[in-house]
């Protein structure tokens, strides 16, 4: 038997919401969800309509008034079953999201599953941490302090490429400072966060207290349009992001929004290739350049550009592509049949603005694959070079000087991540202070803790997921004069 099938075995899913911490069947209609390493259909789940999604922030607005006035410890030790749960069951977790996401296991058990555990650990520790602040006063008989209070009920859209990671990236923090929570997955991946609620609330915690609703757009705009939400937390493409703001801007709801990016990965001549290629290209390649960091936008000093083509055509073909539950591969397929035809598309057209193909990695017959590629012969005007094609697909362009290389590296809308490829420390942080992006990596790509806030600059959003940051995004300010006496 595979993992594949024995995750699905092991679900046991009853196919519903989960709501006010019960499974809610429902006769609405409902959409399939795929394996897309197969192109099988492996659940059918309900599309939330706007009853559903005022049942949901109901079911979260009740808890809320339980759950803001709960102990720090409580919080703290609630966070704390949720991550034992989270890892007695890391195995099927892990083989559910491969079966639905179709990225391999390993980087799902490593990267998902483990990370989800981390990151309720790490804010487990905030409850009791939560400080305000005692403010000077020119008064001696009046005291002025403040004091971090939870927003209210958040509003979370996730999106497919790391469903369970990125939902406990949202619902911890808010769990932590004292909100309740109304998640809406990706359509294409809503089991293990629908997983996540049920574990959520086995491990004692209120009713209502995390909801998950599955539907698609329409679903969407019912929950970031309804008035009963304090905030939104969205994680997604910067063209759906307009599309959500203007149902906020109607209810005066605040919002974090991390989007969309075109990563610079910049290579200078002093790297040394045989022990940095990888990395490099994993930093493009990694969850089939399914990525919001994703550095697809290679930049490499011109000294040493036929030295790194020449290794890039050596190594590529040799990348394993296939199902995620083979042990032996290390890039799975594209999420859906839609999107691989959309990767396929940005390649098509830049071949047609006269990019060419460097070379390609071979990929299975079936499934939703796309075969790792790498274009040259670019210039910044091409959409390749310009836009988030969030596939296995890398551009590459030379630069002769440093300034060169951060005017090539600056020059997109986007600012979400960058990396730096050398020895020299002075030039690496000149190049950390100057690159216009959130994060930015030395030596290193793709690397993350949930102790460092994740966040992006121009296009690519506004908020901090992720560290301390990540919890006050979930947390009102407010100040208290008090005076002695009467």
């Known amino acids: 038997m595979t993992p594949a099938v024995r995750a699905l075995e092991m679900a046991d899913l009853p196919h519903a919401h989960f709501i006010a911490s019960e499974w809610l069947a429902s006769d609405e209609p409902r959409f399939p969800v795929f394996d897309p390493s197969t192109g099988g259909v492996i659940a059918e789940l309900p599309e939330a309509s706007s009853s559903t999604v005022d049942a949901a922030v109901s079911s979260a607005r009740q808890a809320f008034r339980t759950w803001s006035r709960t102990g720090p410890k409580e919080r703290e030790a609630l966070l ?88 406990a990236g949202k619902i911890a923090p808010a769990l932590a ?81 991390e989007l969309g990016g075109k990563s610079p990965n910049v290579v200078f001549e002093d790297v040394v290739l045989a022990r940095s290629l990888d990395a490099i290209l994993m930093g493009a390649l990694y969850n089939a350049g399914q990525e919001c960091c994703a550095g697809a936008r290679i930049l490499v000093h011109e000294a040493i550009a036929d030295d790194f083509m020449s290794a890039v055509k050596a190594r590529l073909p040799a990348f394993r592509v296939g199902p995620g539950s083979n042990p032996d591969v290390e890039i799975g397929p594209m999420v859906s049949e839609r999107h691989q035809q959309r990767v396929a598309g940005f390649v098509d057209r830049a071949r047609e603005e006269g990019a060419s193909v460097l070379v390609t990695a071979p990929i299975p017959d079936a499934g ?53 490829w050398t020895g020299d420390i002075q030039r690496a942080l000149r190049f950390a202070r100057e690159l216009e992006a959130g994060q930015v990596w030395i030596n290193s790509y ?29 947390c009102e300010l407010k100040t208290v004069y008090m005076r002695g006496t009467l």
Request: hydrophobic letters at 45%; a negative charge; glycine letters at 10%.
């Open 80 to 167: 704390h079953r949720i991550a034992d749960l989270l890892e007695e069951d890391a195995e099927r977790l892990a083989m559910l999201e491969t079966l639905n996401c179709g990225k391999p296991l390993a980087a799902a058990r490593e990267g998902d599953v483990q990370g989800a555990i981390d990151v309720f650990r790490f804010y487990a520790g905030y409850p009791t941490k939560n400080f305000g602040q005692l403010i000077p006063s020119d008064d001696a008989e009046t005291l002025i302090f403040t004091i971090p209070e939870p927003v209210g009920v958040v509003a979370a859209i996730t999106p497919w490429n790391y469903p369970l990671l990125i939902a």
């Open 177 to 257: 400072a004292g909100c309740a929570v109304v998640v809406k997955p990706a359509p294409e991946t809503p089991l293990t966060t629908l997983e996540l609620a049920s574990i959520v609330s086995r491990a004692g915690a209120p009713a209502g207290l995390l909801n998950v609703v599955a539907g698609g757009p329409d679903t969407g705009t019912f929950l970031s349009g309804h008035a009963g939400i304090s905030k939104l937390s969205f994680t997604g493409s910067t063209r759906t992001s307009s599309l959500i703001l203007t149902q906020l801007a109607k209810i005066r709801r605040p919002a974090a929004m």
């Open 368 to 420: 939703y694959f796309y075969e790792p590629t790498v274009l040259v012969d670019l210039d910044p005007g091409m959409e390749v070079w310009r836009e988030e094609v969030f596939g296995p697909v890398l551009a590459i362009d030379t630069f002769s000087s440093d300034d060169e290389a951060l005017e090539k590296a600056n020059a997109t809308r986007y600012g979400l991540a960058a990396g730096i």
């Open 446 to 474: 793709l690397a993350g803790s949930p102790s460092a806030p994740f966040g992006g600059l121009k296009d690519s959003g506004w908020g901090r997921e992720l560290g301390a940051a990540g919890l006050l995004e979930f």
